[in-house]
């Protein structure tokens, strides 16, 4: 079975940071296969793209506009975990922040694999 499990979500002041963890296990292929991914979801608006991180034997990462040059995905293969350090944080961040795997990277929100989130709210 497998599961995706955030963890690092709480609340924060504006300008402030947080780390995400999302640890997975049971994935049917090697983790260092899967793309891994972050999104979050406010109340009312849709699922929005955060960041993710590939592996192909070095690491490629994507972002979503907002959170560019404030938010870093970072992967650690051997312990089958997925990490999403948040600076600069602003009241706009305030959402659930879901982990996300598929075996090749989109933008899209049709990943196969998901976390049940953590909430982070940003306030000032």
């Known amino acids: 079975q497998v599961q995706l499990v955030e963890s690092g979500g709480g609340w924060v002041q504006v300008g402030g940071s947080l780390r995400l963890s999302c640890a997975a296990s049971g994935l049917p292929l090697s983790f260092s296969r899967y793309a891994m991914a972050w999104f979050r979801e406010a109340p009312g608006e849709e699922r929005e793209f955060v960041g993710a991180m590939t592996w192909s034997g070095h690491d490629t990462a994507y972002y979503g506009e907002s959170v560019k040059g404030r938010f870093t995905v970072s992967r650690d293969n051997s312990k089958k975990i997925v990490y999403l350090q948040m600076d600069s944080l602003k009241p706009e961040d305030t959402a659930v922040y879901y982990c996300?795997?598929?075996?090749?990277?989109?933008?899209?929100?049709?990943?196969?694999?998901w976390g049940r989130g953590t909430q982070v709210t940003v306030s000032s």
């Open positions: 996300a795997a598929d075996l090749n990277f989109h933008y899209g929100v049709n990943w196969p694999f």
